[in-house]
C-alpha cells in the first residue's frame, strides 16, 4: 500500500521568512547542533569542511543558517525521541532514498535559501519535472568533490550518471574537450533550470556556442543560413564518430540540403577517394566540400557569397 | 583536481572549471574516509561516493594567528611514451617527458569565515591552470584566474609555407609563386616539397585569465561582477580555391588564428519574502588580430576572363577576409512573485534583449590593378582592386535579440501542478543589403552596333553599376554579370542574404502526484517559427509528452517518458532566393532553343532542408535506477528515437538514434569501490538526391512535356524533369554503432591506494548507397564505386592507473601509469599522407593539393613518479 500522502509544502519560504516550521518534522523543535553533532560526530568532521559549514558557523546571515545542522534538516527534537526507529523517520528532513523524506520536502529545505539566483526557474525545468532532488547531485554534508558539493567527484562525472548517452558522446574521436578537464557539462547548461530548452543557459543555442566561438557570432556580409538558425543543424554538441562534430560525414553532411546544379547532387562514392579509382574528386577527399568552401560559417569577404574567400 | 568557478555560474556564462587532466587523475586517487558509515543512495537509488579522508575538527592545523590551514603539492617526472606528439592524443591535453608539478593547492580558513585559496596545475604545459580565491564566506570572495587549452589540429600537416601563424605566409624556397609556364613542372615541385616537408603541427591555444567579484550585502541581496580576457593563438587547417566559378586547384593551407575575446558580466539578485528578481548584464568584444590573411600559392592559375598584366603567372598570392572584430551586449531581467493565497501560485516573467555587431572595413576582390574585363569598362575609382569597387566599405552587420519568456504555476489542488508557459524569442538581422555590384563601372555596349564604351549600368536596389562579383582574388569571371558572356544569365549572386527568425512557443503543462511516490506528467506544446528570406516562412511543431516518474517501486526509481512531435510548416518554395540573384532584373529568355537552366533550377524541388521540413518526431526515454543491495546500485536507460520528414522526397528523409546504457556501482567498504558500465548507440540517417542531369531548354519535350518560358521554373527542378531525371537518383544510409564500456576499481591496499580506470570506445560509420549504373554513376565509375564508402572507423582505449604510498603522513609517493591508443580510419584522408597531390591530369592544376595527412593511430605507455607532499 503506498504511503498516505503528506501535505505538499508551501511554496518555499525566502531566507528572511520568519523562523515558523508549521507542521515540518512533525512539528518538531529546534535542538541546537551541538546535540546534533554529539552523535553525529562522523558526520560533522566532514561536514566542518563544506562551504556550507563555513557559512552557517561563521558568518550566517540570517537565523536560519545559524541553525546549521537544523537548516536543512529541520528541527530535530521529536527525532531525537527516538533516533534509530524508522517509523520515526518523518520527523526529520533525510536527503537518501533510505530516509525516504518525500522529494518536495526535500527541495523545499534546499530552496529556503537557494531560491531565485541561479535556481529561478528550477520550478518547471525538466529536472523538476523529473522528481529530482536537489540530493541526486549534491551532497552537502561531506567533502566529495572539491566544490560544488557534488555527489561525485566533478560535475561531469556526477552529470554522467544520469546522462550516460553524453558520457559515451565524449568518448568519441571528436570531442568537447571535457573529458580533459577544460570544460565542464555546467559550461553549457544550467542543471537548475533555464527558460532555454535542454538547460542551455544563453537564450538560443547560437548565443551559447558564441560563448567559446566569438569569432562565428558575426553577423557576416554572407550568411549561411542553418549556420545562422542554430549550430546544432550541422553540429552534434557532446561528440560525434566525425571530423569537427558533425552529425555524418562530408560530402554527405551538406548534400542534405544541397541539391542544386552542378557537383551538388553528384554522388560522391568510394571510387573517388585516393586510391579508390581513377577520378578523385575534392569533393570526398581531405575537408571534402570544406576544401573550395572554406568559410562555411560565414566570410566577410564582397567575394564571399559561396565562401570561398 | 576542479576547483572554484572562475568565471561562470550554473546560470551564465562559460569557465566553470579550473583543471586539466593529470589533475582529475590524482584526485581520483586520494583515500576515501574510512570513518564514513555505510554508503547511502541519492533519492534516486544511485550510491554516493564515499568522501574524501579529512582531518578531524581538532586534528585541523592552525597558525599562531588563527589561520586554519591545509595544503599539497604533487610533483615528479614522466617517461616512456609522454613526449607523443599524435595529434589526436594530444587534442586538448599536453605533456611531456621530464619533471612535473601536476597540482598544488593551499587553503586558509579563519573563524570569521575570512579565506584564503590559491590552486594551480599543470605548471609550464598549454594546459594549465592557476587560481587565486578569497574573501569571507557568505560575505564577497574575488577570483582571479588563468587557463590554457590546447587544442591540436593535426600532427601531420605538410607546411610548403613559412610564418603559418601569421597573417602572411610565403611559400618555402624551391616554389615558385604563380607557379611556372609548365604546370606538371609546379605539380612535381609541389609533391617533392610535400613529401618532403617535415610534418607539422596544427594547433591553437586557449589562453583565459580574469577575474570575478561575488558580493552578498544580505541574505536577500547578492551580486557579481566578472572580466575575463581570453586570447587564442595559432593555426588551423583551412583551404582555398581559385577559377572561374571556384573549383580550381583547391589548396589545403593554414589559417592563422590570433584572437582577443574580452568578456564583461555583471548582476545583482534578490530574494525577500515571496519577490525573486535577477538581473544580469554582459558583453563580449572579439578582435580578430589578423583581419585579412594573404597567402602565396604555388600553381600557375589561368584568369578565366579577366585580362591580366603580366599575361601568366599574375595570380602569385591570395587573400581573405577573416573573421571579423564583433561585439555582443546582452541586458536580461528576472522577475518571480509568488502567490500563496491563491492557489499557491507563481509567476515568473524574463525579458532579455541583446545586439551582435560588426562593422569591419571590407576590401577589394583583388590585390591585382589593372584588371578588366571584355564587357566592362571601369570609371575612375572602379578598379577592382580598390574599395571604390565595392557597393560600400564597411559591412554594417547588425543583428538585435529579444526573449520574453512568461510561466504561470498554479496548484489547484495539493496533488496538481499546472503551469501555462509562453515564450517569444527573436533573433532580427537588421544588418544593410549588401549588393555585389562595382557602382563605378558600366557595360560596353553588347550589342555591338554602338561604337564605344557606353555609360550603361543595370539598376536595381538602388544601385547603378556592373553586377555581380569577381571570384577568387579575381581569378574567375563567371560571378560577374555580362563580365565575359555577353548573354543572359539568371543565376549571378547579386546580393547577399540576411536572415532573421521570430520563435513563439506557448503551452500548458501538468504535474500529478498519483501517490506519495509516484507522479504522472503532461505537458503540450506549439512552437512556431517564422523566418525571413528561407524557403519557408513559417513552420510550426506540436510536441506532446507524457512522463512518469515512480521512485518506490521496490528499491528501484523508474523515469519514463514518451514524446511525439509533429513540424508542418507554410508552402516550401524551393527558388526563394531569386532577388538575390540576376535573375531578379535579367528576365527569363523566351527564345525556342535558349537554354534557360540558371533561371529555372535553384534546387531540387523534392529537397527540403530538414530544420525547415515537415517532420514526425518520437522520443522515448526509459530509465531505472535500483539498489540491488544495499552496496550496489544498477542504472539502465534506454533511449529510442525517430525522426521521418514525410514531406522529403529527397533531403534528409528519416533519422534514427538509439542508445542503451547500464551502469554498476559497489562499494562494500571505504576501502574498496567498484564501477563497469556500457553504453551501445546506433543511428541512422537517410537521404536522397538526383544528380544534375540534361539542361533546361525551351522547346526541348522533356519527360514531363514541352519546355515553355511558363513551366521551365516547375520543370526544371521538378523530379523526374529535363535535369533532375529520375534515372539519376540515388540514395545514402549513414548507419553508425558505438559501443563504450568502462569499469575501474578503487582499493586501498593496506596503506597504499590502487586507482584503475579503464575504458573502450568503438565507433563505426558505415554510409551505404544506392544508384542506377549508368545515371548516377556511369558503368566504368560504379566498379570503383562499389555500393559503400569504406567503414570510418575510431577505437579508443584508454588505461589509467596509479597506486599511492604514503611514506608519511605527510609525504606520499604516487606511481602513475598511463596506456592509451587510438586507431582511426578516415577514408577522406586515405594515402594523403603519401599523395599530398591528387591530381587527374599533371597538365592541369592538380585536383586537390591536400596537405594534411589527417588524424592517424598511436599508442603511448608512459610512466611516472609523483610525489605528494602534504601541509
Not at chain 1, 539566483?117 to 566529495?144: F, T, Y
Not at chain 2, 500529478?512 to 505537458?523: C, D, F, K, P, R
Amino acid at each position: 500500500q503506498p504511503a498516505a500522502k503528506p501535505a505538499k509544502p508551501a511554496t518555499a519560504p525566502a531566507a528572511t521568512a520568519p523562523m515558523s516550521t508549521g507542521a515540518l518534522n512533525n512539528g518538531a523543535t529546534y535542538v541546537g547542533e551541538a546535540v546534533c553533532i554529539a552523535c553525529h560526530q562522523t558526520q560533522n568532521k566532514q561536514f566542518t569542511h563544506t562551504l556550507h559549514a563555513d557559512a552557517f558557523r561563521k558568518n550566517p546571515q540570517n537565523e536560519l543558517q545559524q541553525k546549521s545542522c537544523e537548516a536543512c534538516h529541520g528541527p530535530g527534537s521529536k527525532h531525537l525521541s527516538n533516533p534509530l526507529d524508522k517509523a520515526n523517520r518523518p520527523s526529520l528532513v533525510g536527503f537518501t532514498k533510505e530516509w525516504g523524506t518525500p522529494i518536495a520536502v526535500q527541495n523545499n529545505q534546499c530552496l529556503q535559501c537557494h531560491s531565485g539566483g541561479n535556481a529561478m526557474h528550477w520550478d518547471g525545468s525538466i529536472h523538476s519535472r523529473n522528481q529530482l532532488s536537489c540530493a541526486d547531485c549534491h551532497n552537502p554534508m561531506a567533502k566529495i568533490s572539491v566544490t560544488g558539493l557534488l555527489k561525485k567527484q566533478s560535475i561531469n562525472e556526477t552529470c554522467y550518471t544520469c546522462h550516460q548517452q553524453q558520457r559515451a558522446d565524449f568518448a568519441k574521436r571528436s570531442h568537447m574537450p571535457l573529458p580533459e578537464g577544460k570544460i565542464s557539462c555546467v559550461d553549457c547548461h544550467n542543471p537548475h533550470g533555464s527558460t532555454t530548452k535542454a538547460l542551455v543557459k544563453n537564450d538560443s543555442v547560437n548565443e551559447l556556442c558564441y560563448n567559446c566561438h566569438a569569432e562565428k557570432r558575426g553577423p557576416f556580409l554572407w550568411e549561411h543560413a542553418p549556420v545562422r538558425d542554430n549550430c546544432l543543424t550541422c553540429h552534434a554538441p557532446h561528440g560525434s564518430n566525425h571530423d569537427k562534430l558533425l552529425t555524418t560525414a562530408r560530402p554527405f553532411q551538406c548534400q542534405q540540403c544541397h541539391g542544386n546544379t552542378n557537383h551538388q547532387p553528384t554522388l560522391y562514392n568510394a571510387g573517388q577517394i585516393v586510391g579508390g579509382g581513377a577520378n578523385p574528386s575534392t569533393r570526398a577527399i581531405g575537408r571534402s566540400c570544406q576544401n573550395c568552401h572554406s568559410q562555411i560559417h560565414g566570410s566577410n569577404h564582397p567575394a564571399g557569397a559561396r565562401f570561398q574567400r | 583536481r576542479a576547483v572554484a568557478s572562475p568565471f561562470a555560474t550554473s546560470a551564465t556564462g562559460s569557465g566553470t572549471t579550473l583543471a586539466n587532466k593529470e589533475s582529475a587523475s590524482a584526485a581520483a586517487s586520494l583515500s576515501s574516509d574510512a570513518d564514513w558509515p555505510a554508503a547511502k543512495h541519492t533519492p534516486t537509488g544511485q550510491l554516493l561516493k564515499l568522501p574524501l579522508a579529512v582531518p578531524k575538527p581538532d586534528e585541523i592545523k592552525k597558525t599562531a594567528s588563527g589561520w586554519e590551514y591545509s595544503g599539497q603539492l604533487e610533483f615528479g617526472y614522466l617517461g616512456g611514451d609522454a613526449d607523443e606528439r599524435n595529434a589526436q592524443y594530444r587534442m586538448y591535453q599536453d605533456l611531456d617527458e621530464g619533471a612535473y608539478l601536476n597540482n598544488f593547492s593551499l587553503l586558509l580558513k579563519k573563524a570569521d569565515g575570512a579565506f584564503f585559496n590559491v590552486t594551480g596545475g599543470g605548471a609550464g604545459h598549454r594546459d594549465q591552470y592557476y587560481g587565486l580565491n578569497f574573501g569571507r564566506t557568505n560575505s564577497w570572495g574575488l577570483k582571479l584566474f588563468f587557463s590554457e587549452t590546447p587544442h591540436v589540429f593535426t600532427d601531420n600537416y605538410k607546411s610548403l609555407w613559412s610564418g603559418l601563424t601569421t597573417g602572411t605566409q610565403l611559400l618555402i624556397p624551391g616554389l615558385t609563386p604563380g607557379g611556372t609556364a609548365s604546370t606538371a613542372a609546379d605539380t612535381a615541385a609541389v609533391t617533392t616539397a610535400a613529401l618532403n616537408a617535415p610534418p607539422t603541427t596544427l594547433s591553437l591555444t586557449r589562453k583565459r585569465a580574469g577575474a570575478r567579484l561575488d558580493v552578498t550585502f544580505s541574505s536577500a541581496w547578492k551580486a557579481y561582477a566578472g572580466y575575463a580576457v581570453e586570447h587564442r593563438e595559432g593555426a588551423r587547417p583551412f583551404a582555398a580555391v581559385w577559377g572561374n566559378n571556384g573549383g580550381t586547384a583547391p589548396i589545403e593551407i593554414a589559417e592563422p588564428v590570433d584572437y582577443d575575446t574580452t568578456d564583461i558580466t555583471a548582476g545583482v539578485s534578490y530574494v525577500r519574502d515571496l519577490n525573486a528578481f535577477n538581473f544580469r548584464w554582459t558583453t563580449s568584444l572579439f578582435e580578430n588580430k589578423i583581419d585579412t590573411f594573404t597567402f602565396q600559392q604555388p600553381f600557375r592559375i589561368t584568369p578565366q576572363g579577366f585580362t591580366t598584366t603580366p599575361a601568366a603567372g599574375a595570380y602569385t598570392q591570395g587573400r581573405f577576409d577573416l573573421y571579423p572584430d564583433n561585439q555582443s551586449h546582452n541586458a536580461r531581467a528576472e522577475y518571480t512573485r509568488k502567490f500563496p493565497d491563491f492557489y499557491k501560485s507563481t509567476l515568473t516573467a524574463v525579458v532579455s534583449a541583446g545586439t551582435m555587431r560588426q562593422n569591419d572595413n571590407l576590401i577589394p576582390y583583388t590585390h591585382l590593378a589593372g584588371l578588366t574585363l571584355p564587357n566592362v569598362t571601369i570609371l575612375p575609382g572602379g578598379d577592382w582592386n580598390t574599395v571604390g569597387s565595392l557597393s560600400r566599405p564597411t559591412a554594417k552587420g547588425l543583428i538585435e535579440t529579444r526573449l520574453a519568456d512568461l510561466t504561470f504555476s498554479v496548484n489547484p489542488s495539493a496533488d496538481l501542478n499546472v503551469k501555462l508557459k509562453g515564450r517569444f524569442y527573436e533573433n532580427d538581422n537588421n544588418s544593410d543589403p549588401y549588393y555585389a555590384v562595382n557602382p563605378n563601372a558600366v557595360y560596353v555596349d553588347a550589342d555591338a552596333a554602338t561604337a564605344g564604351n557606353q555609360t550603361r549600368g543595370i539598376s536595381y536596389g538602388g544601385f547603378t553599376g556592373v553586377w555581380g562579383r569577381p571570384l577568387n582574388d579575381a581569378s574567375g569571371s563567371g560571378g560577374v554579370l555580362f563580365g565575359t558572356n555577353p548573354n543572359p544569365t539568371g543565376s549571378v549572386e547579386i546580393a547577399n542574404h540576411v536572415y532573421s527568425s521570430k520563435q513563439f512557443r506557448f503551452g500548458p503543462t501538468a504535474d500529478y502526484s498519483l501517490t506519495n511516490s509516484a507522479n504522472l506528467n503532461l505537458s503540450a506544446e506549439r512552437e512556431t517559427t517564422q523566418r525571413t528570406n528561407r524557403e519557408r516562412a513559417r513552420t510550426w511543431e506540436d510536441r506532446y509528452k507524457i512522463g512518469l516518474v515512480h521512485r518506490a517501486l521496490g528499491d528501484s526509481t523508474l523515469r519514463a517518458s514518451y514524446e511525439f512531435a509533429q513540424r508542418r510548416g507554410s508552402d516550401y518554395v524551393t527558388a526563394y532566393y531569386e532577388n538575390t540573384f540576376s535573375a531578379a532584373f535579367i528576365p527569363m529568355p523566351t527564345a525556342v532553343g535558349t537554354n534557360v537552366t540558371s533561371w529555372a533550377v535553384r534546387n531540387n524541388s523534392g529537397v527540403r532542408n530538414y530544420e525547415l521540413s515537415d517532420r514526425d518526431q518520437h522520443v522515448a526515454n526509459l530509465r531505472v535506477d535500483t539498489m540491488l543491495r544495499a552496496n550496489l546500485d544498477v542504472g539502465v536507460s534506454v533511449q529510442l528515437r525517430e525522426s521521418r520528414y514525410p514531406g522529403a522526397a529527397y533531403g534528409r528523409g528519416k533519422e534514427s538514434g538509439d542508445s542503451a546504457n547500464l551502469d554498476l556501482n559497489y562499494q562494500p567498504s571505504a576501502k574498496q569501490n567498484i564501477y563497469a558500465f556500457y553504453s551501445f548507440q546506433r543511428s541512422r540517417i537517410r537521404q536522397a538526391l538526383i544528380t544534375a542531369g540534361n539542361n533546361v531548354t525551351l522547346g526541348v519535350v522533356s519527360p514531363l512535356g514541352v519546355i515553355t518560358p511558363e513551366n521551365a521554373a516547375t520543370l526544371g527542378s521538378q523530379p523526374g524533369g529535363p535535369f533532375y531525371s529520375l534515372g539519376n537518383s540515388w540514395s545514402a544510409k549513414n548507419t553508425e554503432h558505438n559501443h563504450v564500456v568502462g569499469a575501474g576499481v578503487k582499493q586501498e591496499l593496506g596503506k597504499a591506494t590502487l586507482n584503475v580506470d579503464y575504458s573502450y570506445s568503438l565507433g563505426r560509420s558505415r554510409i551505404t548507397y544506392h544508384y542506377g549504373i549508368g545515371g548516377a554513376i556511369n558503368a566504368a565509375n560504379a566498379v570503383f564505386a562499389g555500393y559503400r564508402m569504406p567503414d570510418l572507423a575510431t577505437d579508443i582505449s584508454y588505461l589509467d592507473a596509479s597506486l599511492r604510498f604514503p611514506f608519511t603522513p605527510r609525504l606520499s609517493a604516487r606511481l602513475v601509469y598511463r596506456n592509451q591508443w587510438e586507431a582511426i580510419r578516415d577514408w577522406h584522408y586515405r594515402n594523403l599522407a603519401a599523395t599530398p597531390v591528387v591530381t587527374n591530369n599533371v597538365n592541369n592544376p592538380p585536383t586537390i593539393t591536400s596537405l594534411d595527412g589527417g588524424p592517424s593511430a598511436y599508442r603511448v605507455n608512459w610512466f611516472g613518479v609523483m610525489f605528494q607532499i602534504k601541509l
